[in-house]
């Protein structure tokens, strides 16, 4: 199994841009959730997803949307990014419903908003 | 969510062992202790949980008190490697939904010297 992909690894987009971060996860999960890392900070929760055509807001949720159309992929969209959400982006996925399953993380994507 | 008190950091030789608090005094009874860790420039990654009783895998100990109002990580021989960041975070498996969220703190910063 790969686990969680996250692509890309790295990117640099100018304000007002938008763009698509990718998460897929090979392991028949249903939850699926994102997290963003401030320096210093832990991560918290922007979107998260129970199953394939649920979404939920998490904790930050204002500048992002997400979907969730297949039970592999849970994409998260920037509509008009800003320096504040210059972050390090994580996804997420566990097993849900009647036990307190572990998450697997991605590796991340560095995002810089110039 | 009930909130967990970590150390901001600690320090260990290699191959010694490792005992990392955490402190969650408004712990309630379905809540279970989970323990990650993130290492430099990855995701978190999973290392133990558990509810009441103490737990052993091939990572880690997990020592919970007998009111459950604190716990201890253990790393019974530390190496390079183990140098994270450590966070305890609680999770109430009794609900669905948001509930599946990690509520990351900031963690112990765990040192580890050759």
């Known amino acids: 199994n790969a686990g969680v992909t996250q692509t890309p690894k790295f990117q640099v987009l100018k304000t007002g841009q938008s763009m698509t971060l990718q998460c897929a996860q090979d392991?028949?999960?249903?939850?699926m959730s994102w997290y963003r890392q401030d320096p210093g900070m832990g991560l918290r929760l922007i979107h998260y997803s129970v199953g394939a055509g649920i979404t939920d807001q998490g904790e930050v949720p204002n500048g992002y949307n997400v979907s969730r159309s297949t039970t592999e992929d849970f994409p998260l969209r920037l509509l008009s990014a800003a320096p504040s959400q210059t972050s390090v982006y994580f996804c997420a996925s566990s097993y849900s419903a009647g036990r307190s399953y572990e998450q697997y993380f991605g590796p991340g994507t560095r995002l810089t908003v110039t | 969510d009930a909130k967990t008190t970590q150390p901001n950091s600690m320090e260990s030789n290699e191959e010694e062992p490792v005992h990392l608090p955490c402190n969650h005094s408004?712990?309630?009874?379905?809540?279970?202790i989970h323990w990650y860790r993130q290492l430099p420039s990855q995701g978190p990654e999973y290392v133990i949980h558990g509810l009441t009783s103490n737990v052993n895998n091939r990572m880690a100990s997990l020592a919970i008190a007998e009111d459950r109002k604190s716990s201890t990580l253990i790393l019974h021989r530390a190496t390079l490697r183990d140098a994270a960041v450590y966070y305890c975070i609680l999770r109430d498996v009794n609900s669905g939904g948001s509930n599946y969220k990690l509520t990351f703190g900031k963690g112990t910063l765990l040192t580890v010297n050759p």
């Open positions: 392991m028949n999960h249903e939850y």
């Open positions: 408004t712990i309630s009874g379905t809540d279970y």
